[in-house]
Structure formats: structure tokens, C-alpha cells
């Protein structure tokens, strides 16, 4: 393409984008006019917002199932054209993306809790490398971020920021120098534990080994804080939450988790946490997970989660086999449907108890296997947006909810590393020395006779 082509593209482009704007703008909705808007004028009202403020998801899945699917070959699946033609369709793809008005993703690089020690380093930069090969892969769609400034920048070209978070604290094989060099490559959070337990940190979904933190996890949260990479609540225990908000000196995450108040499982937070997460200026970002969203659902999933671990003892090593398990107990044993307004819902809890400071969004999209009736994948989040504002939020708080809150988390959490770098250096802590078992005392020598 000639520079005059491109010139003459560029400036059609922001021609219609100008004009899209001032109709978007100047469009006020009945609302203004004292009557109620209709659900067009508030999804309308919800794309204005999103234009103007990066929605950021706190936690999507896709590159997981990259990995689970299609072996990490980027070649066999054509995000750009969308997912609909596979046989178990994916909840993200880019046209979806582009539709849902999406800003930024954090996308999960996860590693199994079967891997332990060093066997699970590889994994963990294998999904580094594929979520940075995504970006790579479709340069015109993703941009690659690691601060809320590229978030920001990458919002202003017309892209979408991929960031990176680490899934399951194993993932860095007990080293502190696998967590910096995970850091350089561009990961941003880690969620310290996945379903089960840690060899430094107990999971809100495993018996407890630790009380909560090890000496060594407490010595993980502070090195990452120095680095600048979030700490993720999500998946932990109550009481590892308690020790991590009580040597925090950044703000916290929780990526996908919602509130227990509303639906009683443990990979929600109770309502003290709520409140300690708002003192320490962090964020819940709220899960779409049905079984995490309705009271309901969880109740009617607590007999599937002993046929998934039946199937997977049965099924060792064999992912497809479980899975195919998995849906055929769900249609011999139907389970009722969350709603969006259901997740709504949860925004309205944590909002009340923790402040709208403190609240945003963490889909799970394609690490769950249902879906709330209406937000059935990443292009229903304008939907979201706009049940907020039939609720009466302000478009301010609309904005702190869909990335504005997480983007300050960022810039907090990098402030502090900038403060943490200048008072101390790098930690050279090793699991086996901090968190070596007390030293029997010498037995009392025998008297003599």
C-alpha cells in the first residue's frame, strides 16, 4: 500500500471514528429525559464508556486451552476468523473480542498442580511463549503489555493490551529466580495457588498444609511486590489471604474470584477479607463461574465435583476422556442456569462492603465450562456495562468498575516496586533453608551409674 493510501485509510478511519463519537455523545438517552432508557440506549450508553476506558478482564483462559487442545500450534486455530466452526467452541476469539468492546485481558498462563519442582518451570514459559505468540501472531488486534501505561497506549491505538498472569504459584518450581526471570518475561500477577495446596501456600479448595502461608510464601509475596508483580488472592485459603494482606506492602488482587456472602464457596472472599482488601487498596475482580455466582448452581455442582475427581482417578493423564465424562453427568443431571444479573449482583456486594474502588471484572471466560444466561462469551460484556447503569451506577463508577480500579492497582503495585527495589535487593531465599524443619534438641546425655 502506497503512503498516500495509507494516509487517506488513516484519515477515513478517525473521520468515522469522530463522527461515531458525537452520535454516540450527543444521543441522550431518555433517561436524561426523566423516563426509564431501554435496554438499546444503555448498551449504547455502555459502548460510549467503553470507547473512552479500557475494559480490562482479569483473567481469561484461552491460552490454557491452546495448550490442552492444540499442543500450543497457533497454526490450527485461526483466532482472527472466530471459534464457531470447532467442535466445543472457545469463549474468546478476536471478533468477539472486538465486539464486547474489550481493552485489555489478562491472559492466564497456567500450569497444573501435578507439576511440582522443576518439572513445571517449562510449562510455565511454554504459556508465557504462546500468549506472547498470540500478540505476535495478530499484531493489528493485541498489543503486549506489562504496565498501565502500555494498557492505556494499546487502548489509544485501537488494540487490545495482552498481559500476562501467572495460574498456580507451583509454577515457578520454589525458586524466587524463576519468579524474576517469569517477571522479565512480561508476567504481571500470580495467583499463588490453583485448586490445590502449594508447597508454600494452602488453596481455599485443599486440605491445609501450612496455616496459610509458609515462611517461604510470605518470602514469594514480598519478592513480588519488590518486583512489581500483583499478588492474586484467588484459589487461596482464608488464611493465606489473612497472612498475604498482613505483610502486603502493595495492593492486592483477586483475578477471578467473587463474594461468598452471596454464593458460600471458598474461592469466594468473605466479607472481612472485602474489607481488608479495601483498606489495603486492592481489587476483587468478579468471576463469571456459575457454581461461584449462584447459590443455586453450587449446590446443585457439589455432586460433580466427586464424579470429576472419580473420572480423573479412572482416566489418568487423559484430559478428553474426563471431559467427555464431565458432560455426559451434566446431561443426566441438569443444573440450573446463573444469570448476568446474578453476576451483577456481585459487583453490588463488594461495592457495598469494600467500596467501588475496589471491584472489577474477572470473567474465567474459557476456563469454565458454563456460562451465565447472558454472558455467554468476551462480546457480552457491553451487556454488563449496561445492566450497571440500569442499576443506577454513574458512569464514573461505571468506568472505576470495567478497568479504570485495576489500571490503579498496576500503577500502585509500580510505585511500590520502585520504592522496594531502592530499600532492598533481590531475595536470595530458598525454600529448603527458610522453610527447613525446626532442628530436633539434643537428647539429655544419660546419667551415669
Not at 519478592?223 to 484467588?234: F, H, I, K, P, T
Not at 470473567?363 to 457491553?382: A, R
Given at each position: 500500500?502506497?503512503?498516500?493510501?495509507?494516509t487517506?485509510?488513516?484519515?477515513?478511519r478517525?473521520?468515522f471514528?469522530a463522527?461515531?463519537?458525537l452520535?454516540?455523545?450527543?444521543?441522550?438517552?431518555?433517561?436524561a429525559q426523566?423516563?426509564?432508557?431501554?435496554?438499546?440506549?444503555?448498551e449504547?450508553?455502555?459502548?460510549?464508556?467503553?470507547?473512552?476506558?479500557?475494559?480490562?478482564?482479569?483473567?481469561?483462559d484461552?491460552?490454557?486451552?491452546?495448550?490442552?487442545?492444540?499442543?500450543?500450534?497457533?497454526?490450527a486455530?485461526?483466532?482472527?476468523?472466530?471459534?464457531h466452526?470447532?467442535?466445543?467452541?472457545?469463549?474468546?476469539?478476536?471478533?468477539?473480542?472486538?465486539?464486547?468492546?474489550?481493552?485489555?485481558?489478562?491472559?492466564?498462563?497456567?500450569?497444573?498442580?501435578?507439576?511440582?519442582?522443576?518439572?513445571?518451570?517449562?510449562?510455565?514459559?511454554?504459556?508465557?511463549?504462546v500468549?506472547r505468540?498470540?500478540?505476535?501472531?495478530?499484531?493489528?488486534?493485541?498489543?503486549?503489555?506489562?504496565?498501565?501505561?502500555?494498557?492505556?497506549?494499546?487502548?489509544?491505538?485501537?488494540?487490545?493490551?495482552?498481559?500476562?498472569?501467572?495460574?498456580?504459584?507451583?509454577?515457578?518450581?520454589?525458586?524466587?529466580a524463576?519468579?524474576?526471570?517469569?517477571?522479565?518475561?512480561?508476567?504481571?500477577?500470580?495467583?499463588l495457588?490453583?485448586?490445590k495446596?502449594?508447597?508454600?501456600?494452602d488453596?481455599?479448595?485443599?486440605?491445609?498444609?501450612?496455616?496459610?502461608?509458609?515462611?517461604f510464601g510470605?518470602?514469594?509475596?514480598?519478592?513480588?511486590?519488590?518486583l512489581?508483580?500483583?499478588?492474586?488472592?484467588?484459589?487461596?485459603?482464608?488464611?493465606?489471604?489473612?497472612?498475604?494482606?498482613?505483610?502486603a506492602?502493595?495492593?492486592?488482587?483477586?483475578?477471578?474470584?467473587?463474594?461468598?456472602?452471596?454464593?458460600?464457596?471458598?474461592?469466594?472472599?468473605?466479607?472481612?477479607?472485602?474489607?481488608?482488601?479495601?483498606?489495603?487498596?486492592?481489587?476483587?475482580?468478579?468471576?463469571?463461574?456459575?457454581?461461584?455466582?449462584?447459590?443455586?448452581?453450587?449446590?446443585?455442582?457439589e455432586?460433580?465435583?466427586?464424579?470429576?475427581?472419580?473420572?480423573?482417578?479412572?482416566?489418568?493423564g487423559?484430559?478428553?476422556?474426563?471431559e467427555?465424562?464431565?458432560?455426559?453427568?451434566?446431561?443426566?443431571?441438569?443444573i440450573?442456569?446463573?444469570?448476568?444479573a446474578?453476576?451483577?449482583d456481585?459487583?453490588?456486594?463488594?461495592r457495598?462492603?469494600?467500596?467501588v474502588d475496589?471491584?472489577?471484572?474477572?470473567?474465567?471466560?474459557?476456563?469454565?465450562?458454563?456460562?451465565?444466561?447472558?454472558?455467554e462469551?468476551?462480546?457480552?460484556?457491553?451487556a454488563?456495562?449496561?445492566?450497571?447503569?440500569?442499576?443506577?451506577?454513574?458512569e464514573?463508577?461505571?468506568?472505576?468498575?470495567?478497568?479504570?480500579?485495576?489500571?490503579?492497582?498496576?500503577?500502585?503495585?509500580?510505585?511500590?516496586?520502585?520504592?522496594?527495589?531502592?530499600?532492598?535487593?533481590?531475595?536470595?531465599?530458598?525454600?529448603d533453608?527458610?522453610d527447613?524443619?525446626?532442628?530436633?534438641?539434643?537428647?539429655?546425655?544419660?546419667?551415669s551409674?
Amino acid at each position: 500500500m502506497s503512503r498516500t493510501d495509507r494516509t487517506r485509510r488513516a484519515a477515513s478511519r478517525s473521520t468515522f471514528t469522530a463522527i461515531l463519537a458525537l452520535v454516540l455523545a450527543t444521543a441522550a438517552p431518555a433517561a436524561a429525559q426523566g423516563q426509564p432508557a431501554t435496554p438499546a440506549e444503555l448498551e449504547a450508553q455502555a459502548r460510549r464508556i467503553l470507547a473512552g476506558t479500557p475494559l480490562v478482564d482479569g483473567h481469561n483462559d484461552l491460552a490454557e486451552n491452546l495448550f490442552d487442545r492444540f499442543d500450543n500450534h497457533l497454526g490450527a486455530i485461526d483466532l482472527a476468523a472466530g471459534t464457531h466452526t470447532l467442535a466445543h467452541p472457545l469463549h474468546t476469539d478476536i471478533p468477539r473480542l472486538r465486539r464486547g468492546a474489550v481493552g485489555g485481558v489478562f491472559f492466564a498462563a497456567f500450569v497444573s498442580p501435578t507439576l511440582e519442582g522443576a518439572a513445571a518451570v517449562p510449562v510455565l514459559f511454554e504459556q508465557i511463549d504462546v500468549i506472547r505468540r498470540i500478540a505476535e501472531r495478530y499484531p493489528q488486534t493485541f498489543a503486549l503489555a506489562a504496565s498501565a501505561a502500555e494498557v492505556e497506549q494499546a487502548h489509544g491505538s485501537g488494540r487490545i493490551a495482552a498481559l500476562i498472569g501467572i495460574e498456580n504459584g507451583q509454577a515457578i518450581g520454589n525458586s524466587l529466580a524463576v519468579l524474576r526471570q517469569a517477571h522479565g518475561a512480561g508476567a504481571r500477577y500470580m495467583t499463588l495457588t490453583h485448586w490445590k495446596s502449594t508447597t508454600w501456600a494452602d488453596a481455599g479448595t485443599d486440605a491445609p498444609r501450612h496455616g496459610g502461608l509458609s515462611p517461604f510464601g510470605r518470602e514469594v509475596v514480598r519478592e513480588m511486590q519488590r518486583l512489581g508483580m500483583l499478588v492474586d488472592l484467588s484459589h487461596v485459603s482464608d488464611d493465606t489471604m489473612r497472612d498475604a494482606l498482613e505483610i502486603a506492602e502493595a495492593p492486592v488482587i483477586f483475578s477471578h474470584s467473587s463474594a461468598r456472602a452471596l454464593c458460600n464457596h471458598p474461592r469466594n472472599v468473605p466479607d472481612e477479607i472485602l474489607r481488608r482488601v479495601a483498606a489495603n487498596r486492592g481489587i476483587v475482580m468478579v468471576n463469571f463461574a456459575p457454581g461461584f455466582v449462584s447459590e443455586e448452581v453450587r449446590a446443585a455442582e457439589e455432586p460433580l465435583e466427586a464424579e470429576w475427581t472419580r473420572l480423573e482417578k479412572l482416566h489418568p493423564g487423559d484430559q478428553a476422556r474426563v471431559e467427555a465424562g464431565v458432560r455426559a453427568w451434566r446431561q443426566a443431571h441438569p443444573i440450573p442456569r446463573a444469570t448476568l444479573a446474578q453476576v451483577a449482583d456481585h459487583v453490588d456486594h463488594i461495592r457495598r462492603v469494600a467500596g467501588v474502588d475496589h471491584v472489577g471484572i474477572g470473567s474465567d471466560f474459557d476456563g469454565i465450562g458454563e456460562t451465565p444466561v447472558g454472558l455467554e462469551d468476551v462480546s457480552c460484556y457491553p451487556a454488563l456495562v449496561a445492566e450497571l447503569l440500569r442499576r443506577g451506577y454513574s458512569e464514573p463508577d461505571v468506568r472505576k468498575v470495567a478497568g479504570e480500579n485495576i489500571l490503579r492497582v498496576m500503577r500502585e503495585a509500580e510505585r511500590a516496586a520502585a520504592r522496594l527495589q531502592r530499600q532492598r535487593p533481590p531475595s536470595d531465599a530458598r525454600i529448603d533453608e527458610v522453610d527447613a524443619p525446626p532442628t530436633a534438641a539434643p537428647s539429655p546425655a544419660a546419667p551415669s551409674r
